[in-house]
């Protein structure tokens, strides 16, 4: 299970899991993409919206505190969007999370415990996660083993991190000791600007070998994409953008093939 995670907005998240579960589903992998951010841009990014689909993740979250009104994990997942690939749908109400699960038992390891019926049926489950460090994102974390963090070329790209990578830490360090960063993704990559190469630099003397081979460059056609209801991979699959997204799939398959789920 992977998380894509950063707190800062606008950095290619939501883009990033769509087109990565997009990609590993058209390589005939089973594939479950879960929309953990209220602004449900992962849902729409694969065309559907609210009047597709009654249950979404806070469905899930509230039957864990509503007993009366029990649902299945196998009730909100949608199948098959894409020829292997599901989705559990995000809705606006997941900005309700941190309150409605406040002062619940073991909040953190909810969306952990709720997906374990599911999890052997899938060779990748991978979570869009919402521009904050709060419950969605922790709860992202205790259940995945890897994480995606993509990071914006610009000013300011390490800005916050440090915050994350502590947060990171502490989750390994008390609810999921197998957590790990799997690859850190430079987007939006502007070739034409010394500031990108200079970002560049800087995020490799950081992370090292953690940051992925491949850079997403920044693309017009990943901008329209969205607009359409589909990932790059599929509104042009022969631009920059789509290209780029399909050798980081290959990167991720390949970093995972050496992993045991
Ligand atoms: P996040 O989920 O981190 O908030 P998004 O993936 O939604 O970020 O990206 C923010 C905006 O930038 C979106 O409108 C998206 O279409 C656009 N975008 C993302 N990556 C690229 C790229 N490589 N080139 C051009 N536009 C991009
Ligand atoms: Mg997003």
């Known amino acids: 299970m992977l998380a894509v995670v950063n707190q800062k907005g606008g950095v290619g998240k939501t883009t990033t899991a769509v087109n990565l579960s997009a990609g590993l589903a058209s390589c005939g992998e089973r594939t479950?993409?879960?929309d953990a951010d209220p602004q449900a841009n992962a849902t729409s990014g694969f065309g559907l919206s609210t009047n597709d689909y009654e249950h979404d993740l806070f469905s899930l979250f509230q039957s864990v505190i509503d007993l009366n009104e029990p649902i299945e994990v196998e009730q909100v997942i949608l199948p098959s969007v894409r020829p292997n690939l599901d989705l559990i749908p995000a809705s606006v109400d997941l900005a309700g999370t941190d309150l409605l699960l406040a002062s619940r038992i073991a909040r953190e390891t909810i969306l952990r415990s709720l997906l374990r019926p599911v999890r052997e049926r899938y060779r990748w489950i991978m979570i869009d996660t919402p521009p904050s460090l709060g419950l969605l994102t922790v709860n992202a974390l205790t259940a995945s083993e890897g994480l995606i963090v993509p990071l914006q070329c610009e000013y300011y790209a390490l800005e916050g991190l440090t915050q994350l990578m502590n947060t990171i830490d502490l989750v390994r360090q008390t609810l999921n000791p197998s957590l790990e960063v799997w690859k850190v993704v430079l987007t939006m990559?502007?070739?034409r600007t010394r500031l990108a190469e200079q970002v560049e630099s800087e995020?490799?003397?950081f992370f090292g070998t953690k940051v992925a081979q491949t850079v997403i460059p920044r693309n017009v056609r990943i901008g329209e994409s969205p607009s359409f209801g589909q990932p790059v991979l599929e509104y042009d699959?022969?631009?920059?953008?789509?290209?780029?997204?399909?050798?980081?799939?290959e990167e991720v398959r390949g970093y995972g093939a050496s992993r045991v789920r």
């Open 237 to 249: 699959p022969r631009s920059k953008g789509a290209v780029a997204y399909l050798q980081l799939v």
């Open 32 to 34: 479950l993409l879960i």
């Open 203 to 205: 995020v490799r003397k």
């Open 189 to 191: 990559y502007d070739g």
